[in-house]
């Protein structure tokens, strides 16, 4: 073994870091896309995760989520069996592809970048065509995008939103100390519907921070995407 990596920390003490620096055991298991109790099993040294080294490295060094490592294969390709749960009539099963999410499969995972003090950010590309399958896409994104921030609105968490349209115009909402994000969350439920295009542009439509929007854009266009920061106040980052 060389002295680099003698040096180098293990799967645990990276674990340790990503849990220092706010991320929980859910979004830590999610970015490896494992079950958190793998997590806790490198934690307590049941397992060495040298598997999701390189993924939570990346994670580490980047503060950026990333692609869930693939499952092993045996020989033939296909995927290994792992146990089951506990009562399940078979002791093995096939595991689901975690690089493959069946509940997302008309539109993209959002991008997330993880920072210090547990804030995230976070890019929701929406689509934007007016048929069938994009008005369902739409409503799907909107429907995460809604549990995201209800997971947020907790405490004295606040959030800003970049706002952007299909020209290119970006609009940023609570540039001003932001939302408490427990109220725009019931205002959005109750007012919206949980539709994040409309509660945007009726922000952008009156009035934004006390002021009204320069040069605001054209309201008839569709939304490209939305970028919210989640924040503790006086911690926040640039949006």
Same mark, same amino acid.
């Given at each position: ?12 003490? !990276? ?12 979004? !830590?298991? =999610? ?41 092993l294969? =045996?020989?033939?390709g ?8 506990a ?8 595991? =689901? ?5 069946p509940q997302?499969?008309t ?25 069938e ?8 994104a909107? #429907?995460?995008?809604?549990?995201e921030? #209800?997971r947020?609105?907790?405490g ?32 959005? #439920?109750?007012?919206?519907?949980? =539709?994040?295009n ?13 002021a009204? !929007?320069?040069?605001?854009?054209d309201?008839?266009?569709? !939304?490209e995407?939305?970028?919210p ?11």
């Open positions: 073994m060389s002295e680099h990596d003698e040096e180098r920390m293990s799967v645990a003490d !990276i674990i340790g870091e990503l849990r220092a620096f706010g991320m929980t055991q859910r979004e !830590i298991a =999610d970015n490896i896309g494992r079950d958190p109790r793998m997590v806790r099993k490198v934690i307590r040294g049941e397992s060495s995760g040298e598997l999701y080294r390189e993924c939570l490295q990346a994670v580490y060094d980047t503060g950026r989520q990333q692609r869930p490592v693939p499952r294969t =045996d020989k033939n296909k995927p290994r069996k792992v146990r089951a749960k009562g399940s009539e078979e002791k093995t099963r096939i595991p =689901d592809d975690p690089t493959v999410d997302r499969s539109w993209a995972k959002p991008s997330v970048t993880y920072l210090q003090g547990g804030q995230r950010k976070y890019k929701w590309e929406l689509p934007t065509t007016t048929d399958a994009g008005k369902a896409a739409l409503t799907e909107h #429907r995460d995008m809604t549990d921030n #209800r947020r609105a907790q004295r968490n606040r959030a800003k939103f970049r706002v952007t349209f299909t020209d290119g115009t970006s609009v940023l909402l609570g540039s001003k100390g932001g939302y408490k994000v427990s109220h725009m969350h019931k205002k959005l #439920r109750t007012s919206f519907g949980g =539709d994040w409309a509660w945007a542009k009726d922000q952008m439509a009156g009035r934004a921070d006390g009204r !929007i320069s040069n605001p854009p309201l008839s266009l569709p !939304i995407s939305i970028e920061l989640y924040y503790m106040p006086g911690h926040e980052e640039s949006l």
